[in-house]
């Protein structure tokens, strides 16, 4: 039971890098679920209804995000509708949209759940204690639960997987836009990855005009960061789901 998991996809060059690969990631590993995190899926800020509906239609069943699904204005509506989006659940309680999507398939009932990280960050809620909440309340037929960390920090992000290590199928970070190569499986049987990466332009930082953001540490001044020509990488991960709710194999996909 696999299921891929696309890293940050970002603004255009991301979107067609998914769009151009898919089909054959979908053909190759049959998953019974596609996830991406797609917080920067319009023009590398935010997402949009359009964007949203490109991904949908590429196969991708649920979007994650982080922070910074509020780029645009017209997400505050949209995540209320649309319970395939989702942001992170230790944002304030009264803001919008959903945090978790349960995915029901014949072989299993998945619960993707969006958390995101504080060190370097900002001022949200316990990722810990948000996920003790999510884990407790999920309805009763859920057979895995797959988390989205979207966290700066390494150490956060292999601390709240060893906590959840055996309660989950896989913890899986983005937002760094770099992959990591320590993919693995923690000794209680969660799948575990830093960073899955970006699916965006390579000659970039982080998937943005390296020009722009030099001259932003030059000079301190407000930049307009714009996406990256060029080629584009496909990054992810494949993890494979096991019977009794753990994960048997993660590995990760680097295409271009
Ligand atoms: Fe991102
Ligand atoms: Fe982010």
Redesign the pocket.
């Known amino acids: 039971m696999n299921v891929v998991m696309l890293g940050?996809v970002?603004g255009r060059p991301g979107r067609r890098i998914a769009a151009q690969f898919l089909p054959e990631l979908i053909e190759t590993y049959q998953p019974i679920l596609v996830m991406a995190?797609g917080?920067?899926a319009a023009g590398g800020f935010g997402l949009t209804k359009k964007v949203a509906e490109e991904l949908f239609e590429m196969g991708i069943q649920v979007l994650t995000s982080?922070?910074?699904i509020w780029d645009q204005k017209e997400m505050y509506s949209l995540i209320a509708a649309e319970p395939r989006i989702l942001r992170p659940a230790n944002y304030p309680p009264q803001i919008p949209g959903a945090s978790v999507y349960i995915h029901r398939c014949p072989e299993a009932v998945v619960a993707v759940v969006n958390l995101i990280g504080r060190v370097f960050m900002g001022d949200y809620d316990c990722p810990f204690r948000t996920a003790d909440q999510i884990l407790t309340a999920l309805p009763e037929d859920v057979t895995h639960v797959i988390v989205d960390f979207?966290a700066e920090a390494t150490s956060e992000k292999i601390a709240l997987a060893r906590y959840l290590d055996g309660r989950i199928a896989a913890l899986l970070g983005?937002?760094t836009?770099v992959q990591t190569a320590d993919e693995q499986l923690l000794p209680k049987g969660t799948a575990y990855i830093t960073d899955v990466g970006?699916c965006g332009p390579i000659d970039s930082v982080?998937?943005v005009e390296p020009e722009t953001v030099i001259n932003k540490f030059l000079t301190q001044l407000p930049t307009r960061f714009s996406v990256a020509k060029g080629p584009a990488c496909l990054c992810g991960v494949v993890v494979s789901l096991n019977k009794t709710g753990g994960a048997e194999g993660i590995f990760r996909l680097n295409l271009q």
């Open positions: 940050d970002f995190n917080e920067n982080g922070n910074h979207h983005t937002h836009h970006m982080l998937g």
